[in-house]
């Protein structure tokens, strides 16, 4: 059993910056494959940004070049780094884990790009 607990939302005016943290329970966290995720009201759940155990990352086209997947294996810890966020952006934020063939879904966490 794998537990994910998201932090770092909130509300931010357009073309601000928030960072989103994922920390995983587990002892094989560099093992995981983890992804981002989000939700907006009446919308799928839409993939936003993948990372692999050896680092490989993937970006929806709406977030390339303004959006950072990363992790730290050392604190069990997944980051999104979110910077010029638009109010389309505005969802919850959801992060998934992969491992041994299950699938983990955290809470998610509110990210609110309003002015």
């Known amino acids: 059993q794998v537990q994910l607990v998201e932090s770092g939302g909130g509300l931010v005016q357009p073309g601000g910056s928030l960072r989103l943290s994922c920390a995983a329970s587990?002892?094989?966290?560099?093992?995981?494959?983890m992804d981002w995720y989000r939700q907006a009201s009446g919308v799928q759940r839409e993939l936003v940004a993948s990372?692999?155990?050896?680092?490989?990352?993937n970006y929806a086209d709406s977030v390339k070049g303004r959006f950072t997947i990363s992790r730290d294996n050392a604190k069990n810890t997944m980051y999104l780094q979110m910077n010029s966020l638009k109010p389309e952006d505005t969802a919850v934020y959801y992060c998934y884990a992969e491992t041994r063939g299950f699938g983990y879904w955290g809470q998610g966490t509110q990210v609110t790009v309003s002015s």
């Open positions: 587990g002892r094989f966290f560099d093992s995981y494959a």
């Open positions: 990372i692999t155990s050896g680092g490989s990352t």
